[in-house]
């Protein structure tokens, strides 16, 4: 797993909302709670938070979950070399710096990467933690009996050596700048460490007990996993960098958005981290309740399944996108917030490539199928070559506010004498790996809605390199585009920022003409939380990194 799959939400779980101005805690530089302005409400339990969404899990190791609640824990309790900060930068963690050219982690050729490690680190269970656990979960990820979500770039790495417990040297291949990204880093949903004393004796992890109770070395630990119901973490009372305010944190599933906001009502769930914007005025209405809200580095997206004959043809996925009223959606059920754009990129990264929207025009959808020879039959549906444009569009259950969504999509679609058929799967459903029968991953769509999370540096390569089809990455477009190849490709030889954004433009421009993947919206992150919350400060890639300052007063 790498980057851009930390919320691998379906739009589902759409993260756009409002709130009350009045109630809205001071912003920082995260527009997040402020130490010093809770409001003591009645029923807060000091020390204790609850979060929910409206998404369910099958597994707690990041290894396999490619969903945004395994990601979220995960950022609590797990091992990492590299966390990230309020600012989405990154800084070191079991690593005592984060590799670049100028301290010498990173050859100047790129080929070699040195990670210096801690002393007198331990797993939540005692054992101590060294070199071993990194190059054993090295291998877990190499290891083509596990089912990992994607291994791009960790297939550059041709050797590894430990010249002692506390140093891992990788030798790569090729150069792989997104390594400091993808090498057990919490940005986005990568994998983390492993401790080889717990795993090291099984022949692959899918289905080991250890994916029921991870041990980890987090400020928190797993005390336990009721299936369908709840996550409870506790403080690791032997995490290096001591004990975090909050004592208790629960993970609520509620599988339902409406319920999860009688919850927020009745004051059973104090965080809802990524608000529908359909539910922007009854949040509004929650007393004792504060919203903030910042630039987000997601995206909504519409993706076509390419390998499906109607959707292989650039006519019929543009006639789609101009017979998409992207801001309807935004109006009627997002509440006007976010922005349309037909770029992948955020609004607010260094890396940000603008692309003014194609405009709703039901004409020229029409326009265009009758020219690329897709007529009208007796029902108005499209065909051509006995194939109708009939098409599957799979959805998560239990989100009416995605419901709407995809009717005010078939409506105008209709228009065009384009059908859906609509399928509803469960969340873990949805995103379970293709092998396990995953929807998102498998090859039974034609449409399908997910959400993005973008990364640090703009590397797309797991979303849409050619080599990353699944199960071998999230490509699930299936879309290969030669000059948008080479863009990635040299990303990946470009360690500084200003040199990677004229890769990422070149992969933008590719990407809008050919149209695999129909952006619906840039987000923003709006949070709902319990007013007594303080010091929650999300970032954009890891939104529970920084937890050790968070409490409940």
């Known amino acids: 797993m790498k980057r851009l799959i930390g919320m691998t ?48 899990i099958n597994t707690l190791n990041t290894h396999l979950g490619t969903f945004a609640d395994v990601q979220f824990i995960g950022e609590m309790t797990a091992a990492w070399l590299i966390r990230w900060d309020q600012h989405n930068n990154p800084y070191p ?34 054992a101590p933690f060294d070199a071993d656990d990194v190059i054993f979960s090295t291998k877990a990820v190499l290891n083509p009996a596990n089912n990992e979500a994607n291994r791009q770039g960790w297939d550059r790495i041709v050797k590894i050596d430990e010249p002692d417990k506390y140093t891992v040297i990788y030798h790569l291949s090729k150069p792989y700048s997104p390594a400091i990204e993808s090498f057990f880093s919490t940005a986005g ?24 109770k991870p041990i980890g070395i987090g400020p928190f630990k797993i005390d336990r996993w009721d299936r369908g ?11 290096w960098r001591g004990q975090p305010k909050l004592q208790k944190i629960v993970f609520k599933i509620v599988p339902d958005r409406n319920t999860l906001l009688t919850q927020l009502q009745t004051h059973e769930v104090d965080l809802w981290p990524l608000i529908g914007g359909s539910y922007l005025a009854r949040v509004q209405a929650i007393p004792g309740y504060s919203v903030s809200r910042q630039p987000s580095y997601v995206f909504n997206n519409m993706n076509f ?19 998409l009223d992207r801001e309807e959606i935004r109006q009627k059920i997002g509440h006007g917030l ?15 490539v603008a692309a003014s929207p194609r405009p709703f025009d039901l004409a020229k959808a029409n326009q265009m199928l009758d020219a690329a020879g897709w007529k009208r039959g007796a029902d108005g549906v499209r065909a051509k070559n006995k194939v109708r444009l009939v098409l599957t569009l799979a959805a998560q259950a239990g989100s009416p506010d995605v419901d709407a969504q995809i009717e005010l999509i078939r409506a105008n679609w209709e228009k065009a004498g384009v059908k859906l058929d609509v399928r509803h799967y469960p969340y873990p459903q949805l995103f379970a790996p293709a092998q396990d029968g995953g929807i998102v991953y498998g090859d039974s769509w034609d449409v399908i809605l997910i959400a993005w999370t973008n990364e640090a540096i703009g590397d797309y390569s797991q ?13 699930v477009p299936r879309w290969c585009n030669k000059k948008a190849q080479a863009a990635m490709d040299a990303l990946y030889t470009h360690y500084e920022q200003a040199d990677r ?40 890639v890891s939104l529970f990194d920084n937890m050790m300052d968070v409490d409940m007063q």
Request: a negative charge; hydrophobic letters at 35%; glycine letters at 6%.
């Open 93 to 126: 963690e079991l690593a005592l710096q984060v590799p670049t050219k100028q301290n010498g982690g990173v050859s100047q050729d790129g080929l070699t990467i040195t990670y210096h490690l801690r002393h007198g680190v331990k797993w939540s269970d005692g």
């Open 338 to 352: 976010g922005t349309i754009s037909d770029s992948p990129t955020p609004l607010s990264a260094p890396y940000a």
């Open 189 to 212: 949903a990568n994998p983390s460490i492993l401790p080889k004393h717990l795993l090291a004796q099984y022949p692959n992890i899918n289905h080991v007990p250890y994916n029921e």
């Open 305 to 323: 399944n390419l390998r499906h004959p109607a959707l292989s043809e650039l006519a019929v996925r543009s006639a789609l996108l101009y017979a």
């Open 463 to 475: 979303l849409y390199g050619c080599d990353a089809f699944p199960p071998a990455g999230q490509n």
């Open 9 to 56: 939400l379906a739009l589902a779980v759409a993260l756009a909302a409002c709130s009350k101005a009045d109630q809205s805690a001071p912003a920082s530089a995260g527009g997040s709670p402020e130490s010093g302005t809770a409001t003591h409400n009645s029923w807060t339990k000091p020390h204790q938070l609850i979060y929910a969404d409206t998404g369910d």
């Open 229 to 239: 119901n709840q996550v409870v973490m506790v403080p690791n009372p032997l995490y």
């Open 501 to 540: 954004n004229y890769d990422v433009a070149a992969l933008v421009r590719e990407f809008v003409k050919d149209v695999p993947v129909v952006v619906t919206l840039q987000r923003e992150d709006v949070y709902g939380y319990n007013s007594d919350l303080v010091n929650f400060h999300p970032n954009n």
